[in-house]
């Protein structure tokens, strides 16, 4: 009874494995499921192969222009990134200040910091 039971796991096991063979690594399920609908809708069809997944990501990568690289950097700053950024951009337009004289100049308002 007992080697059925583990019989039983080791092939759930194994057909996970096989489902898991056919999505990429780093792929994160809302991702994964994302291309599986779109590969579905695409595969709507009465002729012709099927959609590979490959080729819906190709296409999809070929439209990425510089703007959503930029926006894809911006999404990796942390809050202190931010703030070394600004301190960058101020001393590039008015000279050297320390991080704390900016830290000070932001607290009592005599400097802004735009957001992106």
Do not use: G
């Given at each position: 009874m007992e080697e059925?039971?583990?019989a039983e796991k080791i092939s759930e096991k194994k057909a996970s494995q096989l489902k898991r063979k056919y999505v990429l690594k780093?792929?994160?399920a809302d991702a994964a499921k994302l291309l599986q609908s779109?590969?579905?809708k695409a595969n709507k069809k009465t002729f012709g192969r099927k959609v590979?997944?490959?080729e819906v990501i190709s296409l999809g990568l070929s439209l990425i222009n510089s703007d959503h690289i930029q926006n894809l950097?911006?999404?990796t700053f942390s809050e202190k990134d931010r703030l070394h950024?600004?301190?960058e951009e101020y001393?590039?337009?008015n000279g050297k200040i320390t991080m704390?004289?900016?830290i000070g100049k932001l607290l009592k308002g005599e400097v802004s910091v735009r957001h992106n």
């Open positions: 059925q039971k583990t780093k792929l994160d779109l590969k579905d590979r997944d490959s950097q911006n999404q950024i600004a301190h001393q590039k337009t704390d004289q900016f």
